[in-house]
Protein backbone atom coordinates (compact mmCIF):
# COMPACT_ATOMS: atom_id res chain seq x y z
CA UNK A 1 0.00 0.00 0.00
CA UNK A 2 1.68 3.16 -1.01
CA UNK A 3 0.17 6.42 0.69
CA UNK A 4 0.95 10.12 -0.83
CA UNK A 5 0.78 13.37 0.91
CA UNK A 6 0.66 16.28 -0.41
CA UNK A 7 -0.82 19.87 0.58
CA UNK A 8 -4.12 19.83 -0.80
CA UNK A 9 -4.65 16.16 -1.48
CA UNK A 10 -4.50 12.92 0.89
CA UNK A 11 -3.75 9.93 -1.34
CA UNK A 12 -4.01 6.37 -0.83
CA UNK A 13 -3.54 3.63 -3.57
CA UNK A 14 -5.60 0.37 -2.65
CA UNK A 15 -3.37 -2.02 -4.98
CA UNK A 16 -0.13 -3.74 -3.25
CA UNK A 17 1.47 -3.29 -6.74
CA UNK A 18 1.93 -1.67 -9.77
CA UNK A 19 3.57 -2.97 -12.75
CA UNK A 20 4.63 -0.70 -15.46
CA UNK A 21 3.66 2.62 -16.04
CA UNK A 22 1.15 3.91 -13.38
CA UNK A 23 -2.83 3.06 -14.16
CA UNK A 24 -3.36 7.14 -13.94
CA UNK A 25 -1.25 8.41 -16.71
CA UNK A 26 -2.60 5.77 -18.65
CA UNK A 27 -5.72 7.24 -18.03
CA UNK A 28 -5.84 10.38 -17.80
CA UNK A 29 -6.85 12.11 -14.16
CA UNK A 30 -8.71 10.27 -11.65
CA UNK A 31 -12.82 9.84 -11.70
CA UNK A 32 -14.35 12.53 -8.78
CA UNK A 33 -16.35 11.11 -6.44
CA UNK A 34 -17.89 13.16 -3.56
CA UNK A 35 -19.50 11.13 -0.61
CA UNK A 36 -22.02 12.81 1.27
CA UNK A 37 -22.53 12.85 5.07
CA UNK A 38 -25.19 13.72 7.05
CA UNK A 39 -26.43 12.51 10.47
CA UNK A 40 -26.34 9.79 10.49
CA UNK A 41 -26.29 8.25 7.04
CA UNK A 42 -23.98 8.32 3.63
CA UNK A 43 -24.68 8.93 0.14
CA UNK A 44 -23.01 7.31 -2.55
CA UNK A 45 -23.40 5.86 -5.70
CA UNK A 46 -24.03 2.11 -5.69
CA UNK A 47 -22.13 1.72 -8.52
CA UNK A 48 -18.23 3.19 -9.43
CA UNK A 49 -15.87 2.57 -12.03
CA UNK A 50 -12.51 0.73 -11.58
CA UNK A 51 -9.74 2.76 -11.80
CA UNK A 52 -8.06 5.82 -9.60
CA UNK A 53 -10.77 7.51 -8.26
CA UNK A 54 -10.41 10.59 -6.20
CA UNK A 55 -12.29 10.95 -3.22
CA UNK A 56 -13.52 13.89 -1.38
CA UNK A 57 -15.74 14.13 1.75
CA UNK A 58 -18.82 16.71 2.48
CA UNK A 59 -20.37 16.96 5.58
CA UNK A 60 -24.03 18.31 5.38
CA UNK A 61 -24.35 17.20 9.15
CA UNK A 62 -24.44 19.20 12.31
CA UNK A 63 -21.74 17.07 14.09
CA UNK A 64 -17.89 16.36 12.77
CA UNK A 65 -18.23 13.11 10.85
CA UNK A 66 -15.52 10.98 8.80
CA UNK A 67 -15.38 8.90 6.01
CA UNK A 68 -13.30 5.65 6.38
CA UNK A 69 -12.96 3.90 3.36
CA UNK A 70 -12.22 0.96 3.52
CA UNK A 71 -12.08 -2.68 0.75
CA UNK A 72 -13.57 -5.67 1.88
CA UNK A 73 -11.98 -8.78 1.42
CA UNK A 74 -13.40 -11.28 -1.03
CA UNK A 75 -16.66 -12.91 0.56
CA UNK A 76 -17.02 -10.22 3.69
CA UNK A 77 -20.45 -8.58 3.58
CA UNK A 78 -21.12 -4.96 5.03
CA UNK A 79 -23.18 -7.08 7.41
CA UNK A 80 -20.30 -8.94 8.95
CA UNK A 81 -18.20 -6.02 8.75
CA UNK A 82 -20.61 -3.74 11.06
CA UNK A 83 -21.65 -7.10 13.36
CA UNK A 84 -17.42 -7.55 14.25
CA UNK A 85 -16.61 -5.67 17.08
CA UNK A 86 -14.31 -2.98 16.25
CA UNK A 87 -10.47 -3.74 16.54
CA UNK A 88 -8.31 -6.26 15.62
CA UNK A 89 -10.79 -8.74 14.27
CA UNK A 90 -12.68 -6.06 11.90
CA UNK A 91 -9.87 -5.21 10.66
CA UNK A 92 -9.10 -8.61 9.73
CA UNK A 93 -12.05 -8.49 7.25
CA UNK A 94 -10.50 -5.19 5.32
CA UNK A 95 -8.11 -4.44 2.74
CA UNK A 96 -6.36 -1.07 3.14
CA UNK A 97 -8.05 2.02 3.69
CA UNK A 98 -8.19 5.72 4.09
CA UNK A 99 -9.51 8.47 6.28
CA UNK A 100 -11.33 12.00 5.89
CA UNK A 101 -12.76 14.20 8.35
CA UNK A 102 -15.04 17.20 8.09
CA UNK A 103 -16.67 19.46 10.64
CA UNK A 104 -19.91 20.47 10.25
CA UNK A 105 -21.11 21.89 7.61
CA UNK A 106 -17.70 21.69 5.32
CA UNK A 107 -16.20 20.00 2.93
CA UNK A 108 -13.04 18.03 3.52
CA UNK A 109 -9.57 19.99 2.98
CA UNK A 110 -8.31 16.97 1.62
CA UNK A 111 -8.72 14.33 -0.73
CA UNK A 112 -8.77 10.40 -0.45
CA UNK A 113 -6.80 8.52 -3.86
CA UNK A 114 -7.79 5.30 -4.36
CA UNK A 115 -7.36 2.84 -7.40
CA UNK A 116 -10.29 1.11 -7.16
CA UNK A 117 -10.69 -2.70 -8.25
CA UNK A 118 -13.28 -3.99 -10.79
CA UNK A 119 -15.44 -6.87 -8.87
CA UNK A 120 -14.82 -5.77 -5.26
CA UNK A 121 -16.89 -4.40 -2.63
CA UNK A 122 -16.04 -0.79 -0.88
CA UNK A 123 -17.62 0.17 2.52
CA UNK A 124 -17.74 3.94 3.77
CA UNK A 125 -18.31 4.08 7.71
CA UNK A 126 -18.35 7.10 10.31
CA UNK A 127 -17.14 5.13 13.39
CA UNK A 128 -16.83 8.76 15.53
CA UNK A 129 -19.43 9.46 18.66
CA UNK A 130 -20.70 12.21 19.79
CA UNK A 131 -19.62 12.01 23.18
CA UNK A 132 -18.00 8.88 25.12
CA UNK A 133 -21.27 7.70 26.57
CA UNK A 134 -22.76 7.88 22.86
CA UNK A 135 -23.15 4.96 20.50
CA UNK A 136 -21.26 5.33 16.94
CA UNK A 137 -22.21 6.47 14.27
CA UNK A 138 -22.36 3.55 12.48
CA UNK A 139 -24.93 1.62 15.14
CA UNK A 140 -27.12 5.19 14.02
CA UNK A 141 -27.14 4.35 10.18
CA UNK A 142 -24.04 6.04 8.98
CA UNK A 143 -21.97 3.16 6.57
CA UNK A 144 -22.94 2.40 2.92
CA UNK A 145 -21.32 0.52 0.12
CA UNK A 146 -20.34 0.52 -3.22
CA UNK A 147 -19.66 -2.12 -6.03
CA UNK A 148 -16.94 -1.67 -8.66
CA UNK A 149 -17.69 -1.94 -12.64
Known amino acids: MTILFT????????TVAVVGESTTARSG?????TVVGTDY????APTLEH????????????VRHE?????????????SL?????????RALVEGGGLLLAEPG?????????????GRTYA?????QDAPDKPPHTQLGMFASFEVR
Do not use: I, W
Open 124 to 128: VVCNL
Open 82 to 90: LHTPPGPAR
Open 67 to 79: MNLVRLKPGVTLD
Open 29 to 33: SPHQV
Open 106 to 118: ELSPYQLLADLNE
Open 51 to 62: GPTAFSFENQGR
Open 41 to 44: AFAV
Open 7 to 14: HRVLALLL
